[in-house]
């Protein structure tokens, strides 16, 4: 879960670069970089905590040069220091890089390194990539590398290092400051583009370049470079490609709704889902006085829930925009107090009434488990829980912050099948499995019902190709047992605190 941005403009780029990220604060929130090329430099500034923490105007002017980019982190693989936040730079030829996403194969990729002498300075899984690029640069000349050069180095670097990823990279190729944006093959992580008369942008979301005024204008393709030159129109190579899954949770959860992915608006696609929840919702025979979402991703939703229902809606928390992030509280009761600052509830909007909630997901149902004691504290009379997206009960290994089993909330309400198993490794999991996680959940939530989405909800709301692997366990980019293990264990070993969802 990360974001990122690459600029090539006319002008110094770098206050450009810190807007842009300040409209992807939401993908990461541990680390914030930026990188320029100015006259054969690479100035680096990387900080921990928010973007407006870290780039004010004094380190800006430290920023030279009319090419860059910029990332945000919150880590899925390696840690949230400093030492592994991006973006990274490698020396010769001199290069930038920067990326989202999970690369899955990283035990491999060290291991080549090794056996070149390369030592590695984090646990990020972006480095190895860099090093390996760098390498392949320089492989196929020492200097004034090209075009040519770059596409061929990355398409070997890329049947080395596998997975779900979106990348920017900056960097000299033939004598002229060049912007790339690289795509997995799956295109299951998100980068969009886009040009004004001054500048061009690739941002892991759309919301980037509407902050710098700057028009989109389309996705990088699956399995696609694509090189950005001042003055010259974007080159596209396409690189190997097996169609196109993009990450499902990102319309879900994670992006922005104002954003548009794969030319299709967010907004649109959890309207989508509020209407197909609010189908799952009446074929229970429920009732309910009033609609409140959680803010803020499931408003869409829970508006268009509320719409089919013909229920009223209603804001039942105010949200102080103020407040860190709870889970770096060190007790429970600052915790909770932190969560009341955060999320303060409007009492008028639950007492004596059977109130039915709307969230976008449970991964570890932390927070919702005090969410849900604060309205009961307002004399809410029933409390239900719809949910706009099917169970999360496989881990995702591509790059959002749910990749081991044992954390995911509703894992452990899945009905024992016969061979003792708790059917993860089974098949797609079935409407009777999905009605045994509500009823286990529900009760451990102290909920009067929870109601999921079905998976056909979730096909009918966004009938394209994608991949919904945390959902239904069909992972379109397949792992070894080892890889597995290898991600699992990285988190279970980088994870020092408790995360929140
Ligand atoms: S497993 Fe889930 S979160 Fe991970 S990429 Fe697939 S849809 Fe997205």
Redesign the pocket.
């Known amino acids: 879960m990360c974001g990122f941005v690459g600029i090539i403009s006319r002008h110094d780029c770098s206050a450009d670069i810190v807007l842009a990220l300040q409209a992807l604060q939401h993908r990461g929130q541990d680390s914030a970089g930026v990188g320029t090329i100015h006259e054969n430099d690479f100035p680096v500034a990387r900080r921990l905590g928010l973007v407006s923490q870290g780039f004010g105007p004094d380190e800006i002017e430290t920023l030279p040069g009319q090419i860059g980019i910029g990332h945000v982190r919150y880590p899925t693989i390696g840690s949230g220091s400093l030492r592994d936040a991006q973006p990274f730079w490698y020396r010769q030829p001199g290069v930038l890089m920067a990326h989202n996403g999970n690369f899955i194969n990283i035990p491999k990729m060290n291991q080549t390194l090794e056996d070149q002498s390369v030592h590695l300075m984090s646990r990020c899984d972006v480095e190895p990539v860099l090093c390996i690029f760098a390498l392949e640069l320089m492989r196929r000349r020492n200097n004034s590398h090209t075009t040519e050069d770059a596409i061929a180095a990355l398409e070997a670097t890329f049947s080395q290092a596998v997975g ?1 990823y979106s990348l920017v990279v900056a960097l000299i190729l033939d004598g002229e400051e060049t912007l790339l944006a690289a795509r997995d093959p799956l295109g ?1 992580r998100p980068a969009v583009w886009g040009q004004s008369d001054n500048c061009t942008v690739v941002a892991s979301e759309s919301v980037a370049l509407d902050a710098l005024d700057v028009k989109l204008v389309g996705d990088v393709a699956p399995g696609e470079v694509m090189v950005f030159k001042t003055g010259h129109e974007p080159k596209r190579f396409q690189l190997k490609t097996y169609g196109s899954t993009p ?3 990102e319309y879900i959860y994670f992006a922005r709704p104002d954003s548009f992915h794969n030319g299709k608006s967010v907004y649109s696609v959890r309207l989508n889902l509020g209407r197909e929840l609010a189908r799952a919702w009446q074929a229970k025979n429920l009732d309910a006085d009033v609609v409140i979402p959680i803010p803020d991703t499931s408003r869409p939703s829970a508006g268009a829930l509320a719409e089919e229902l013909r229920l009223p809606y209603r804001e039942g928390f105010i949200k102080n925009r103020y407040t860190g992030r709870t889970f770096i509280m060190p007790n429970a009761c600052e915790r909770n107090n932190a969560l009341k600052l955060k999320l303060n509830p409007i009492r008028s909007e639950f007492a004596g009434r059977r109130v039915l909630l709307v969230d976008d997901s449970i991964v570890r149902g932390t927070t919702l488990k005090r969410t849900i004691q604060i309205i009961r504290d307002q004399g809410a009379k029933e409390i239900h829980l719809a949910i706009h997206s099917p169970p999360v009960i496989f881990p ?1 290994y ?1 790059g ?1 912050d749910m990749s081991t089993q044992e954390e995911l909330a509703a894992a452990a309400f899945l009905p024992p099948c016969e061979d003792g198993t708790n059917g993860l490794a089974g098949s797609r999991p079935t409407l009777e499995m999905q009605a045994h996680v509500e009823n286990g959940l529900a009760r451990r939530l102290s909920l009067d019902s929870l109601t999921y989405l079905p998976l056909a909800g979730l096909v009918k709301a966004f009938p394209e190709t994608c ?4 959902f239904d366990g069909e992972y379109p980019l397949k792992l070894s047992d080892q890889e597995k293990t290898w991600i699992e264990k990285d988190r279970r070993t980088c994870v020092q605190r408790e995360l929140v969802l």
């Open positions: 779900a299951i990450c499902i949770f995702c591509y959002i991949c919904s692997a945390c």
